[in-house]
């Protein structure tokens, strides 16, 4: 190491160590050395000056900082269910430093100024960075072409209706309109792909469901994929990126993979619920994990699992989408589809991947998550310095124990709406510590939280940096 290098490491102030720090490059040992919010580098002497803060990793895996791109945070309108402070509380807890979140708020966060306003009520309450899906206005969808890259990340379309999803897409001509423009504006498309005709025609025949095996009934698998058919035609024809969200069956995933392989800018996202829960758990938790899409069969579950172990999706997500206990109460039809989820993502897929791939290396397990839950996400969305531990990066990192195995209660819930569809899980693994910038926003040992200095990550960061 020559002279220069030896300086810039002397000027830690951070100083990671431990035996499982999930690099680029695989799982190493090391010290990993931090400052002024960033990786300085990864060495396996210890270089440091003796001020440097210290933490000691010990055999936890050191992921890069989890990045969820797709939560409901509720800012604005819809705070009685999930506020941003406690939204972001729930990810920390979870290890995960980067949000994107969605437009489906009271009001809708459909044009540029109204993202401006949501950035504005978030900031200095958010212990995670963050960055925004514009919501497609089902009346201007060519705004699109003209979409300020440093406002969203990307935009959001509802195919399908529901009770949160008040601005949908459902005349050909709008979704024709959206496609054109979003491939006219560079903009990357995520979708709620379900056939919202279908589903009214269903309701008309059938009435109210009196039971969520009725509610699934009239939320069937064809409603998907009739929608994943049209929306890769869409992009067929006009070349637009398209991110397909909460895939949640067998025949979608393998559309999207043939569509994939035949050159077409699709992918798609699985949700940690599709993963965990099948229409059999429904039968017990009723609304809990009432969803939209629905939860469905054994069938389907293994082959979202499939999709993991083989690489498939680009981004696993939580979905966030929390409801009061009161709203789930409701009875079938009333209660809205959605479940909190930020926090137990990623010891759920880690518990789901232990279970069912036991003879895999753990270490080649954590590299599966980071490429899910970290780098995966982050190169869709651009997301520069997040999702890889490498000189340069964002100080965020999640320390995961990878063995520690615990019951999740109501008690350990820390979104706003006090459940957990996974209340009496037996997860392994546990999130022990996040580290945001360099600084650590969770701490499981003291149950303690640090600063909510979350920044909007803006494409303008990757000119200036911080
Ligand atoms: O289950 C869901 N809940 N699916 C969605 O598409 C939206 C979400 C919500 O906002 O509650
Ligand atoms: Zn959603």
């Known amino acids: 190491m020559d002279e220069l290098t030896n300086d810039i490491f002397r000027s830690a102030e951070l100083v990671v160590s431990g035996d499982k720090l999930v690099t680029p490059q695989g799982v190493r040992s090391g010290h990993l050395l931090i400052a002024a919010g960033r990786v300085l580098g990864v ?13 000691n990793a010990g055999d936890a895996y050191v992921l890069p900082g989890l990045i969820d791109s797709h939560v409901h945070f509720r800012t604005p309108g819809l705070t009685h269910k999930e506020d941003w402070e406690h939204g972001s509380r729930a990810a920390v807890a979870g290890g995960v430093t980067t949000v994107l979140d969605m437009p489906n708020t009271v009001p809708p966060t459909l044009t540029e100024q109204a993202v401006r306003e949501k950035a504005a009520l978030v900031a200095g309450r958010s212990l995670v960075d963050y960055g925004f899906h514009i919501g497609v206005d089902p009346e201007h969808p060519g705004l699109l072409a003209s979409l300020d890259p440093a406002i969203a990340r990307s935009a959001k379309i509802f195919m399908a209706g529901h009770h949160t ?9 709008q979704l024709e309109a959206a496609f054109a423009a979003a491939a006219e504006g560079g903009v990357q498309l995520v979708l709620h792909a ?17 039971s969520y095996a009725e509610y ?7 409603g998907g994929i009739a929608a994943v058919a049209k929306v890769i035609e869409l992009v067929r024809r006009h070349g637009t990126r398209a991110h397909i969200l909460h895939l949640s069956s067998r025949e979608e995933a393998d559309l999207v993979c043939a569509a994939q392989a035949a050159g077409l ?23 809990r994990t009432r969803l939209s899409p629905a939860i469905r069969s054994r069938g389907d579950q293994s082959r979202l699992w499939e999709a993991v172990e083989a690489g498939q999706p680009a981004t696993v997500g939580s979905d966030h989408a929390p409801h009061t206990v009161e709203e789930k109460t409701r009875g079938v039809q009333q209660s809205p589809p959605g479940l909190p989820g930020v ?36 190169e869709l969305f651009g997301l520069t310095g997040k999702g890889r531990i490498e000189a340069g990066a964002d ?11 615990w019951m999740l209660s109501a008690g350990d819930v820390r979104s706003k709406c006090g459940w957990s569809a996974y209340e009496g899980w037996t997860m392994t693994g546990r999130v022990v ?34």
């Open 165 to 173: 999803a008040p601005t949908v897409l459902r005349e050909p001509g």
């Open 433 to 466: 510590r996040t580290v945001r910038a360099g600084r650590v926003v969770w701490d499981a040992g003291s149950e303690s939280f640090g600063e909510p200095d979350g920044r909007w990550l803006t494409p303008a960061d990757k000119q200036g940096g911080h």
């Open 194 to 210: 379900e056939d919202d005709s279908l589903f009214a025609l269903l309701d008309g025949w059938w009435g109210e469901p009196g």
């Open 395 to 405: 100080a965020d990192l999640a320390f995961l124990a990878p063995d520690d195995t």
């Open 216 to 222: 699934e009934a009239r939320r069937p698998r064809s």
């Open 43 to 55: 060495c396996d002497t210890d270089l440091a000056l003796p001020s440097a803060e210290r933490i």
């Open 343 to 378: 926090q137990e993502l990623a010891v759920a897929v880690w518990t789901g991947m232990r279970e069912r791939l036991p003879e895999e290396h753990p270490d080649r397990s954590a590299e599966r998550l980071a490429r899910l839950l970290t780098s995966g996400p982050a």
């Open 265 to 287: 800018p699709v992918s798609f996202e699985v949700t940690g619920h599709h993963l965990s829960f099948t229409d059999e758990d429904t039968r017990r938790l009723g609304a």
